[in-house]
C-alpha cells in the first residue's frame, strides 16, 4: 500500500527509535525530564521564541494557544478553512468559550484590511477580538506558503490594535525549506507559534508550541488542565529533537515527490491539479471523470494506494518520508488506469 492520505502517517525511523529507547527521562511535571527541557530550548531557539512547550499534538498546541491568549466571550479571527476551525471538533468555542470569526483568503493569506476591518474593540454590544490565528502553510489551500510580507502585514494591524497572533504552523518547516528561508524568518511575525513534530519531520507524537517566557508558563497550567502533564515524556521528546535537527532539510525530497506527481497528473485526461503544489500537498479534481472523490478514492484503494477526500469531488494526495520516487511513478500509473 502506498499511503498518501496524509504527512501524519510516517512512522518513526530506526534512529528515532534507538533515541526512545536511551532518553534520559525524569518527570516533566516537575520540569525534571531532561530530554524533554533539551526539546524546548531547542525548539525555542529554532523558533526565535523565548521558551517553548512539549505538547501531545498540533490540535492540544492550538487549543492550548487560544486558551492562553483569550478569555470566555471573546471573539478569534482566522481563515475560513483553517485547521483550528475546520478540523479541531469546534474545540475552541467547547472549551475556550470564544466565538469564531471567519475571514476568505487566497491561498490561505488574508488581506490585511480585511483583518484590520474585522476586529472589534469595547463597544458595550461587541465581543473584544482576543486573537487572530494564521496558518502557514495552509492546509486545506493545498500546503500553501503564506508569504512572509503577508504575515508581516497582518502582524502590524495586530499589534496597533493590541491583538496577539497565533500561528498554526504544523507544517511551517515545508514553507521555509521550499522558500529556503528559516522558520524565525515566519514567526518573527507571530505572538506564539505551534508547530508539529509528527507530520513531515517524522516524529511518532508530539507537537511544540512556543511564546514568550510568560505565555509559556500559564500554557503549562492550560496543558496541565487538560491532562496534557506527562510525566517520563523524555521517551517521546527524544525523537522531536531527531526531528528537528535531522528530518528538516529532507522534506525538500517530499517536494520535489510533490511536484512530478502533479506533473504527471496534469497529463492524465480527466484530472486537474487545482492548487498550486508550493509544498507536500496535491489537490486533485475529479469531476471531468465524472467520479466523486470518494468512488474516487475507492478505486485508488483497490490498486493498493490511500488518499483522502478534502470535497465532493476533490482529491488530497501527500508526500513523506515514507514515499519513494519509485512509488510516485507507480501511483501515476495506477491513476492513468482509473
Ligand atoms: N492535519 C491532519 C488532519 O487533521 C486534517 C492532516 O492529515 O492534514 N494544524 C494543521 C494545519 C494540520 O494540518 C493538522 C493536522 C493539525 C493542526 C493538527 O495536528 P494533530 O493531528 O497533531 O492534532
Sequence with gaps: MIDLRSDTVTKPIEAMRKAMYEAEVGDDVYKEDSTVNKLEELAADILGKEKALFVTSGT???????LTHC??????????????????GGAISAFAGVQTRTLPSRDGAMDP??????????????????????????????????????????????????????????????AAVAERKLVKDYTQYTSTVQIC??????????????????????????????GGGLRQAGVLAAPGIIALTDMVER????????????????????????????TNIILVDTSEKGLSSKVYIERLKEKGVRAVSFGPTTVRLTTHHQVTKEQIDKVLFVMQGI
Excluded at 492540544?60 to 487560544?66: D, E, F, L, S
Excluded at 478569555?71 to 479541531?88: C, D, K, P, Q, T
Excluded at 513531515?200 to 512556543?210: D, E, K, T, Y
Excluded at 525530497?253 to 508550493?278: C, F, T
Aim: proline share 3%; aromatic share 4%.
Design 251 to 278: 522534506l525538500e525530497d517530499d517536494h520535489i515527490h510533490a511536484k512530478r506527481l502533479a506533473n504527471g497528473i496534469r497529463n492524465i485526461e480527466g484530472l486537474s491539479v487545482i492548487n498550486k503544489v508550493d
Design 60 to 66: 492540544q498546541g492550538n487549543q492550548i494557544a487560544v
Design 113 to 174: 484590511l480585511t483583518v484590520e476591518s474585522a476586529i472589534r474593540g469595547n463597544d458595550i454590544h461587541e465581543p473584544e477580538t482576543g486573537l487572530i490565528c494564521l496558518e502557514n502553510t495552509h492546509n486545506r489551500a493545498g500546503g500553501a506558503i503564506v508569504p512572509v510580507s503577508n504575515m508581516e502585514a497582518v502582524y502590524k494591524v495586530a499589534k496597533e490594535n493590541q491583538v496577539p497572533v497565533h500561528l498554526d504552523g504544523a507544517r511551517l518547516f515545508n
Design 197 to 226: 513534530l509528527s507530520k513531515g519531520l517524522g516524529a511518532p507524537v508530539g507537537s511544540i508550541i512556543a511564546g514568550s517566557e510568560s505565555f509559556i508558563e500559564k500554557a503549562r497550567k492550560w496543558r496541565k488542565r487538560l
Design 71 to 88: 478569555v470566555r466571550g471573546n471573539e478569534v479571527l482566522l481563515e475560513e478553512n483553517s485547521h483550528i476551525f475546520y478540523y479541531e
